[in-house]
């Protein structure tokens, strides 16, 4: 039996659980530990310039609070707690993400993941190809809760 | 409107929103496509009305995408 160097595969999904604070303590929100953040998605334009260097949500770029869409975007549903797969800790929303009754203001090609509870800090940027929706519903199905698949991971 | 719903129950017309209201899907042209590429699996179903748009609906499957990598470091 050897030593092996890496980083513990749980540490990885209890990250995603808010379980490890590290450091001095400085910046550490104040928080109610058994009550998890609430997430939220909101859509952005074609035109619009998110990524992952963002730090927070703004309404720059999103789509227009018309036609059936709320600036801020829906509530993330969150039933299944994060957990660690294999080695990796993984994290998936347990419903798709639905606009429905929805006419977009522009096509739109990104969706953005935050934390309405934590100062609207950003979680993730996906984008996809180019939609417009008239009249309609928009759904963003999500994928399966697995090491290879999660839509959050941490390999 | 009562009309409308009494044709429902008898006939199972199939009813879609659309910017001019509820219609019926059988005056609509219906047109169904898909996408699949390395990020996404996407699937729109469009009714047409007169040459117009009346109703756009899409499903986006996201395939996997960003991964957080973990690395430690030396002493």
Request: aromatic residues 8%; neutral net charge.
């Amino acid at each position: 039996m050897a030593n092996v160097a890496g980083m513990c595969s749980s540490f990885k999904g209890e990250l995603l659980n808010g379980i490890h604070a590290l450091g001095p303590g400085t910046g550490v929100p104040a928080r109610t530990v058994s009550t998890a953040d609430v997430v939220k998605a909101a859509l952005f334009l074609v035109s619009a310039s998110r990524g992952v260097a963002d730090t927070v949500y703004n309404t720059t770029g999103e789509l227009a609070g018309t036609g059936g869409y709320t600036q801020g975007g829906v509530t993330v549903t969150q039933g299944t707690q994060p957990s660690t797969s294999g080695t990796t800790g993984i994290f998936t929303p347990s419903a798709s993400f639905v606009w429905s009754s929805f006419t977009s203001s522009g096509a739109f090609d990104c969706v953005v993941l935050y934390n309405s509870s934590q100062g609207n800090k950003e979680i993730s940027v996906h984008t996809f190809s180019s939609q417009s929706i008239t009249a309609g519903t928009f759904t963003l199905t999500m994928p399966t809760n697995d090491a290879s698949n999660a839509l959050l991971r941490i390999a | 409107m009562f009309g409308l719903i009494k044709k429902l129950f008898s006939q199972k017309v199939k009813i879609i929103q659309t910017t001019k209201g509820e219609m019926e899907e059988t005056a609509l042209e219906k047109r169904e496509g898909s996408l699949e590429n390395g990020t996404e699996v996407t699937n729109w179903v469009e009714y047409w009305h007169d040459k117009e748009l009346v109703h756009r609906s899409v499903n986006v499957t996201l395939k996997p995408q960003p991964v957080a990598q973990t690395i430690i470091g030396g002493f």
